[in-house]
């Protein structure tokens, strides 16, 4: 008979680099070590026989008689660290919990791994050790084996290092980043190259290159400290321990969730300690996710794409407001209501009486590129309103209602059962109003209102028993399903499709101005590189290039022919793509015929309409909440909504090619 899964752990800690250069030693990685230990001992039952812990200490670095006194120490030599991943891997079963944590130096240098895994320009990231370095292949495909099947361990990785390539030291912090002279002394092993991989990956509608070999789709979850080109530091405030940034804010947020660790995703715990970290920093150091967002802390359960949540967070609760980090690009608008909760309070649409005295609401008062500001409202509900001073930083912000309405005009003939259907839907649709998406249907008899007219965005055809969406001009939409007489729930349908299509046509119509000048080049073309994809009707390939000297963050969505909006790139792992000053990379989307329109696209009047969104940024921004499922049918689900404005300031640009399919020509036998 199996047993539960275990738990296991490979804690690796190095303060100590050099006798020469002391310099180079760091302070708080042992600290981290211990505290990792620490949680995994007490908090998830990890036992010292399953820990594996392998420190690089000098004499500046003791561990005192009662740290780590439970668990066996090993030096944290390059040969030990892959010996103890490989014990812990053999070890453990299918399903158990791994924990692999780095603190120490990392690195970048040129890729040795050109061109069987990497491109000619591609950065190789390295964990240093005291007598070498740990490529980002070699441990990535060590992470891969024993998350992939036959293994399917549940693994995490957290790396409190930095890949920038320099290193600096400033007052009561130490950045994890070994200086470039170092790396040309020799003193550091190289591993040998790996062959044989195909670089890319093609999924059903799109190719996605592999540029570095952490930051992609993968069965495992990893938090680093920064991003590539960004430092990672460690700290020692005024009363306390040396520790790196990541490590000590990831303690504070595991702490502050308490018991609610366990319905708490990768993707809100990441959420959490960013906001902490960029307060704390002011930006320089940005924490990544990568690997699936939606599994749940330290279990193999994913949380369902669409039960999940997309939550903002306070990034700043000082001088008399709160900030949200959700500014124009994400699609804030004045007035919205944000309720406010600790990571800790469970869900903020089921809170009891005691958790609500830990929720807020609040109001968005002032909208920037990036973040909003906000003022505390009262709760028109239990007419409360929570002291400035109690709201925190790292608190999760849930959007529940926004100020604008959008009215659908409905439009009839003279049949009965058009007349049916008019009197239900005026009966009930005001029960099936969404207050994120707020629609508001008018009726017939309010058609010549000249203060409504202008501002229909649909029309409501109810035209012998069927009923049919159109845009403001009165045009169906393309390839959009109706509703009939015999639709069961036909009123709470007709609302869903109605929120649905505004979700998509504000993100599809979001532009930026023309006169910004873009620090980019951007191309979508066709090509002829069809992967040997017998679904793909058309093949295309998106060239970016950054022109700036900054580091420029992309993400592109396909706005689907079936009124969905899925993320293209960058991949699951990440929510934006960093390309650095003079980077660039190629994508391929393959375009193909959703199954629901397959009998109909060989129709000469057939058309179906795919639109490449292309998001630029200056700074990380996660758009993922724009995310919304094909509609492949009229049941209602849940929806993340957004609604999206100009700006004006160049800080962000939006690009976008429309792709129009027409019939599709059946191939010759």
């Known amino acids: ?55 690089g200490l000098g004499p500046a670095s003791p561990i005192s008689a009662t740290e780590l006194h439970d668990v066996p120490r090993q ?55 005291p007598d070498g370095d740990i490529t980002d292949v070699e441990f990535g495909e060590k992470l891969d084996s024993m998350a992939s099947p036959p293994n399917s361990l549940v693994v995490l990785a957290t790396l409190d290092c930095c890949f920038s390539g320099g290193a600096t030291r400033r007052d009561h912090s130490i950045v994890r980043c070994r200086s470039n ?58 009363s306390g321990k040396w520790q790196g940034a990541l490590t000590r804010t990831l303690m504070r947020c595991l ?85 406010l909760r600790s990571p800790g309070t469970g869900d903020s649409a089921a809170l009891t009486n005691t958790q ?57 003939d003279s049949s009965d059962s058009s007349k049916r259907l008019l009197s239900e839907v005026e009966s009930n649709w005001k029960s099936f109003v969404d207050p994120i998406v707020p629609i508001e249907l008018v009726s017939p008899e309010a058609a010549n209102m000249p203060t409504r007219k202008e501002d229909i965005k649909f029309y409501i ?36 499709l109605l929120g649905h299509l505004e979700t998509y046509l504000i993100v599809n119509e979001l532009k930026t101005t023309k006169s910004q000048a873009s620090k980019f080049k951007l191309s979508i073309e066709e090509t002829d590189d069809d992967g040997e994809n017998p679904e793909s009707v058309s093949t295309w390939k998106i060239h ?14 396909n706005l689907s022919p079936l009124y969905g909006i899925q993320k293209i790139v960058p991949p699951q792992a990440m929510s934006a793509k960093p390309v650095e000053r003079h980077g660039w990379f190629d994508q391929i989307v393959d375009i193909e015929v959703p199954d629901s329109l397959a009998s109909t696209s060989r129709k000469p009047s057939f058309r179906m309409t795919d639109v490449i969104k292309t998001f630029v940024t200056v700074r990380p921004v996660d758009l993922r909440h724009f995310e919304i499922p094909d509609l492949e049918d009229t049941t209602p689900r849940q929806l993340r909504h957004v609604k999206p404005r100009e700006a004006k300031r160049s800080s962000w640009w939006v690009e976008e090619k429309k792709i129009v399919t027409g019939p599709v020509q059946t191939p010759a036998p």
């Open 255 to 339: 702490d502050s969730l308490g018991s609610e660790r366990v319905s708490t995703t990768y993707g809100l715990l990441h959420g959490f300690i960013d906001a902490l970290i960029r307060q704390q920093l002011g930006g320089l150091q940005q924490p990544m996710l990568l690997g699936e967002q939606n599994r749940l802390l330290f279990e193999p359960t994913i949380v369902s794409e669409m039960a999940s949540q997309a939550p903002a967070y306070v990034t700043n609760s000082s001088n008399g407001k709160v900030s949200i980090n959700r500014g124009k690009i994400s699609g804030s608008v004045l007035g919205d209501i944000y309720n």
């Open 75 to 129: 030096d944290a030599t390059r040969a030990n660290v892959l010996a103890a991943i490989d014990q812990v891997a053999a070890q453990a079963k299918k399903g158990d919990y791994v924990h692999i944590h780095f603190s120490g130096h990392g690195d970048r240098q040129e890729t040795q791994y050109c061109p069987d895994k990497k491109s000619k320009d591609a950065k190789d990231e390295l964990l240093c050790l």
């Open 461 to 496: 055809s109810l035209q012998d028993s069927t009923c049919t969406i159109l845009d403001s001009e009165k045009r169906p939409f393309e390839n959009f399903p109706t509703l009939t007489e015999q639709t069961s729930e036909f009123t709470k349908r007709l609302m869903y």
């Open 181 to 238: 002279y170092v790396q040309q002394t020799g003193a550091y092993h190289n591993t040998e190259p790996m062959t044989g991989e195909d670089r890319t990956v093609r999924g059903p509608r799109t190719v996605i290159p592999v540029q570095s070999w952490l930051y992609r789709n993968r069965e495992y979850n990893a938090i680093t400290a920064c991003h590539p080109f960004e430092e990672a530091h460690e700290n020692c405030p005024k």
């Open 356 to 412: 609500a005295e830990n929720a807020t609401l609040a109001k968005i008062t002032s909208v920037h590129d990036f973040y909003s500001d906000a003022e505390i409202i009262q709760d028109p509900d239990t007419n409360r309103t929570l002291s400035l001073q109690n709201i925190k930083v790292g608190w999760l912000a849930t959007r529940i209602g926004r100020p604008t309405v959008s009215y659908a005009q409905i439009l009839i």
């Open 1 to 55: 008979m199996v047993g539960p899964p275990s738990k296991w752990a490979v804690l690796i800690g190095v303060n100590h680099y050099s006798d020469s250069d002391p310099g180079m030693n760091l302070n708080g990685c042992c600290n981290d070590v211990i505290a990792i230990h620490t949680f995994l001992r007490d908090h998830l039952g990890v036992p010292s026989t399953n820990m594996r812990v392998l420190l």
């Open 544 to 557: 970016f290039e950054n022109l700036s000297p900054e580091v420029l963050f992309v993400t592109i969505f």
